[in-house]
C-alpha cells in the first residue's frame, strides 16, 4: 500500500523558499549539496564519506568505502543477482510498498555467496529522489551495518548499481505490528504478545539509545516494527535515524521529517531533535497498541481524530481506561497491567521532554509487568464517553451484560498515517 502524500510541516527550520519543491500543496525539502555534504554526520569506525561519496553518479567509489569499512560482514550484491532470487521482482514475491518504494521476498540457496547460509531475504527497491532517496540508502546502510542488536532488523547486504539502490534483510515472517493492529483481516494481537512487542521495540530503542553516541531513530512507528516467527519485534528503517547531540549540546536541530502523529511537538515546532522525541513516539505507539486505534484518524468524530488527544483524560484511571481499550482483545487483558502501561504512555508523551523517562526505564517498567495474569472479564459494550446514571435498573442491566460477555464491534480500519516533509 502506497504512504499517503506528506504532510506540510511547520517550517521555520526548514530551506529557504527557493530551495523548495513543490508538490500539489505540499513541500519537500530538498537540501544544496554543500549542505548536504555537511549534514552526514562521522559514525564510529565509519570513516566520513565526502560529497564525491554521496553522488549518485559514483556508485563504483561507494561500492568501495562500503566494503572497506564493513568488509565481509554485509555482501555487495550484484543487481542480476536480486533479480534472480525474486524472479525478476516478481509480483508474486511482493511484500508491500511504501514512500521508499517496494519490497519483495526473495530466497538466497547456499550457492549464491561463500559463507551466506540458505534463506528467505526481503529485498527493498529505493525510490531514489535526487540525492535524498540516496541519503536514505546510505544511513541504512551505515547504521545497521555497523548495530546488531536483536531487536534491530538484520542487514545482510546492499546493492549500489548505476542509479539503482536496494537493500537486503533478513525475512519477517509476521510482517509488521500495523498490519496486526490495524488490518480487518488479521487475527487480533493477544494481550501477552503486544506486551512481548512493546518490550521488544522498547529494548531496541534503549540499544540505538545506550551507544557511545546516541542514534536517535526519529521515525517510531508501527509500521516500522517489524516481527519474527515469534513475534520478537524488530525495528527497521533507518534511513531517517540521526546522530545525536555530541559534547555539551542538548539537541540536533534539523529539518522535520517522520510521521505526522508520531513526531514530538517540540520537534514540529522547533525542529530540536532529542531521543527523548523517540520516546515520545514510543508512547503513542503504546497508546495504538491499547486501543487499536492509529495515531491520526480523520474518518473519527473530529475530538477522536488525534489519538493522544482523545486518550488523555482516559489514562489515569482503570474505570476510565475501559473505555478506551481495544475491542478486538474482548476483555482480555491485564487490568493491572493496563493501567501501568497507559501511565507509562501519559509519561512518554508529556510535553515537556525532560519528563519523560528513558528507554531503559521504559524497558524495566514494561518486562515487570509479563508476569500479571489478572485479566478483565469482558470489554462490554461502553459508549465512547462514560455516562453517569441515577437508574439502578440501568446499572443491573449494564452489569448482567458484563457478566454474559457480550461481543465487542471491530473498530473501523482507519487510513494511513501522513507523512510529515522528507528533508534532512
Known amino acids: 500500500m502506497k504512504e499517503s502524500k506528506p504532510w506540510r510541516p511547520f ?3 526548514c530551506c529557504s523558499a527557493e530551495d523548495h519543491t513543490v508538490l500539489g500543496n505540499f513541500s519537500r525539502c530538498r537540501p544544496s549539496r554543500s549542505e548536504f555534504s555537511k549534514n552526514i554526520a562521522p559514525l564510529p569506525s565509519f570513516r566520513r564519506l565526502s560529497f564525491s561519496d554521496l553522488s549518485r553518479s559514483s556508485s563504483t567509489r561507494v561500492n568501495e568505502d562500503l566494503a572497506q569499512s564493513f568488509g565481509p560482514e554485509l555482501h555487495d550484491f550484484q543487481l542480476s543477482e536480486l533479480r534472480a532470487i525474486t524472479q525478476n521482482f516478481s509480483s508474486n514475491f511482493f511484500l508491500g510498498e511504501g514512500g521508499f518504494g517496494t519490497v519483495h521476498k526473495g530466497y538466497i540457496d547456499e550457492n549464491l555467496r561463500q559463507g551466506l ?8 527497491l529505493l525510490d531514489i529522489e535526487g540525492l535524498q532517496g540516496h541519503r536514505e540508502w546510505l544511513a541504512e546502510v551505515i547504521f545497521l551495518g555497523q548495530l546488531r542488536h536483536p531487536n534491530l532488523v538484520k542487514l545482510i547486504g546492499y546493492c549500489c548499481e548505476d542509479d539503482e539502490r536496494l537493500l537486503v534483510y533478513e525475512f519477517m515472517p509476521r510482517g509488521s505490528l500495523e498490519n496486526h493492529l490495524f ?7 493477544p494481550w501477552g504478545t503486544r506486551l512481548k512487542i512493546a518490550v521488544g521495540a522498547a529494548k531496541g530503542l534503549a540499544f540505538l539509545h545506550g551507544a557511545e553516541q546516541p542514534v536517535i531513530y526519529r521515525d517510531f512507528k508501527t509500521s516500522n516494527v517489524l516481527l519474527d516467527s515469534d513475534f520478537t519485534a524488530k525495528l527497521s528503517d533507518f534511513g531517517l535515524a540521526k546522530m545525536g547531540p555530541e559534547g555539551s549540546k542538548s539537541h540536533v536541530t534539523t529539518r522535520v521529517m517522520g510521521t505526522f502523529g508520531y513526531a514530538a511537538p517540540e520537534y514540529v515546532s522547533t525542529g530540536h ?6 520516546v515520545y513516539s514510543f508512547g503513542v505507539v503504546l497508546l495504538e497498541m491499547l486501543t487499536g486505534r492509529r495515531s491520526m484518524d480523520k474518518s473519527r468524530p473530529k475530538n477522536e481524530q488525534n489519538l493522544v488527544d482523545w486518550t488523555k483524560p482516559y489514562l489515569t484511571s482503570s474505570r476510565r481506561l475501559r473505555y478506551i481499550m481495544d475491542p478486538r482483545l474482548a476483555g482480555q487483558y491485564s487490568v493491572k497491567g493496563a493501567k501501568e502501561i497507559a501511565l ?11 519528563d519523560r523517562p528513558r528507554m531503559p526505564g521504559v524497558v524495566e517498567t514494561l518486562e515487570g509487568l509479563q508476569h500479571l495474569r489478572d485479566m478483565a472479564v469482558t470489554c462490554g459494550q461502553w459508549p465512547a464517553t462514560p455516562k453517569s446514571t441515577r437508574n439502578g435498573a440501568a446499572v443491573k442491566g449494564r452489569r448482567e451484560n458484563n457478566r454474559v460477555g457480550t461481543q465487542c464491534k471491530s473498530t473501523p480500519i482507519a487510513p494511513k498515517p501522513e507523512k510529515l516533509s522528507k528533508g534532512t
Open 117 to 124: 547460509k540458505a534463506q528467505a531475504v526481503a529485498v527493498k
Open 183 to 189: 488490518k480487518r483481516l488479521s487475527v487480533s494481537l
Open 11 to 13: 517550517t521555520a527550520n
Open 273 to 278: 531533535l532529542t531521543t527523548k522525541s523517540d
Open 344 to 354: 507509562l504512555a501519559l509519561q512518554c508523551i508529556s510535553s515537556n521532554p525532560k
